[in-house]
């Protein structure tokens, strides 16, 4: 019972929305330990995040309840210049959120467990105050503009939360595998594209903007293997396969497939390497393939309306993302952390107009952390992480919807920050 009290509680809490958008949209790492060290968990079983991980991990990881959330502060900011009345700059509003995160695993047999892992993505969580745009400049009598011509505030909201049921076996000593079905839920909505609605711009302009919050169902899979190859090291794999998801019916003029809006297929490999009983060092590869999703990696200047199938969207490519991350157990209760991160950028220079709603173009990432481990064997886990800024510039395809050509010079630029706690329980 007080299980399931805190469950539901985290997927509630989830509801308060997420923004993580540092690899494009996935988080840097699932779970506090790994946060700590620049994501890297794909060969690690410290923790009962193997459902956002690797599901095989949790054959290793023992009975323990883990409960995190961190504070997430995304700083950005999108300009234009060279086009006269319609050059503006503006901060989004949004700069703090609560992101929460639950594992719980249960060892049933000696070859056999099970839990549960709760966690989010996001990242297309924007607010640019409206008024940036002189009255008039976005057309004749129009009032004060947003930066992309619409009224009032300018802005998405993104929210995905998976639950992951997970098993897994030992099918031989220190080798085992792992299966995570992928429930999802996600949330959305966008305000101020009203200069998106006109004329014959999208295949159903009543549903493009200001329609409040629409919400779809997902589903998808997770699949893994971890593997101790010699004392000293151990190797893992996961694959996620795309999760499908119901078409935002509200937003149907909008994105691509008449309001499609999947979470895209992506896999990681990894090895971790106990260099000396108090060193341990480990290091991830991910692929996140954002070109199997249309509302995504479309290009923004698609020859087609908005909503249609090949219609416009993101923009984002496939992208790598490296993590490495180092372990020192200093003594008995205290371990310490540090890790890097670095991902490909997938917004690309012909692309940023769209993307001022969801500027994930940050690359690189340091991370700390710090473990202190009670006398009951319960522990309290810390993580910082810092994303560095970076930005992209390229022309603005506002003239293409009043009959002219790409024009003038519009930049995206972020940074990132969070901080992070968890407490877990040994059972």
Excluded at 16 to 41: D, E, Q, R, W
Excluded at 222 to 228: P, V
Excluded at 307 to 312: E, F, S, T
Excluded at 344 to 370: C, E, Q, R, W
């Amino acid at each position: 019972m007080k299980v399931t009290r805190v469950f539901a509680f985290m997927a509630l809490a989830g509801l308060a929305g997420s923004a993580y958008a540092t690899n494009g949209y996935f988080s840097h790492g699932y779970g506090m330990k790994a946060k700590g060290m620049g994501g890297a968990a794909t060969a690690t079983a410290d923790d009962a995040f193997g459902g956002a991980n690797n599901p095989a991990s949790m054959a290793f990881a023992g009975n323990r309840l883990d409960l995190g959330v961190d504070l997430f502060s995304p700083r950005r900011e999108a300009s234009r210049t060279g086009l006269g009345p319609l050059n503006g700059t503006a901060d989004s509003d949004s700069k703090y959120f609560l992101i929460p995160e639950f594992g719980y695993t249960k060892q049933m047999s000696s070859t056999l467990a099970l839990g549960v892992t709760v966690y989010g993505n996001g990242g297309m969580n924007s607010d640019y105050p409206g008024g940036q745009i002189a009255a008039g400049s976005c057309g004749v009598g129009a009032p004060a503009s947003n930066l992309l011509c619409g009224q009032g505030s300018l802005g998405v909201d993104l929210m995905q939360l998976i639950v992951a049921p997970t098993a897994a076996f030992k099918v031989a000593p220190g080798h085992a595998i792992g299966v995570s079905p992928l429930l999802g839920y996600q949330r959305f909505k966008a305000e101020g594209l009203q200069a998106f609605t006109g004329g014959t711009v999208s295949s159903s302009p009543s549903n493009v903007t200001n329609r409040g919050y629409d919400d779809a169902l997902g589903y998808g899979v997770r699949i893994g293997y971890m593997g101790k190859v010699s004392p000293t090291v151990t190797i893992g794999a996961a694959y996620a396969s795309k999760m499908k998801f119901d078409e935002f019916d509200k937003y149907s003029g909008l994105f691509a497939e008449q309001g499609g809006f999947d979470i895209p297929e992506n896999y990681n490999l990894g090895v971790a390497w106990q260099a000396t009983p108090q060193v341990k060092f480990a290091l991830d590869y991910q692929r996140i393939n954002y070109s199997g999703v249309n509302s995504i990696s479309n290009s923004s200047r698609a020859q087609a309306q908005l909503g249609a199938d090949n219609g416009p969207g993101f923009g984002w490519t496939d992208i790598d993302v490296w993590k490495l991350g180092m372990e020192y157990k200093y003594n008995q209760n205290m371990t310490f952390r540090a890790g890097y991160n670095h991902g490909d950028n997938p917004i690309g220079s012909n692309d940023v107009t769209f993307n001022i709603l969801a500027p994930g173009i940050v690359k690189d990432h340091v991370t700390l952390g710090m473990t202190h481990t009670f006398a009951t064997g319960n522990e309290l886990t810390v993580t910082y992480m810092h994303a560095f800024k970076n930005d992209v510039s390229g022309a603005s395809i506002l003239p293409v919807f009043s009959g002219g050509t790409p024009a003038g010079t519009e930049k995206i630029e972020m940074y990132q920050n969070s901080l992070g706690i968890q407490y877990s329980w040994k059972m």
